[in-house]
């Protein structure tokens, strides 16, 4: 199993819970990282197998795989 870099988004009805949100997330296996609450997005990491289980967490409109760009 491997670790895997997310970005979380947020509903906007939950914008004012997103701490809880982040509980939730953390509760599941998440690993958070940074919590941006005006751009209503939660980025961190968690094991591959865990993706399913994030995006049924309450207040979580979607769950993206993040990738990293190098310069050339």
Do not use: H, W
């Not at 199993?1 to 914008?15: K, P």
């Amino acid at each position: 199993m491997s670790n895997v870099n997310i970005s979380v988004s947020v509903d906007d009805e939950y914008a004012d819970k997103i701490l809880e949100v982040v509980a939730d997330l953390q509760a599941v296996g998440m690993n958070v990282e940074n919590i941006m609450p005006i751009l209503g997005v939660i980025t961190g990491s968690v094991e591959s197998t865990q993706m399913d289980a994030l995006s049924q967490v309450k207040g979580v409109n979607a769950v993206e795989v993040s990738r990293t760009f190098r310069a050339i």
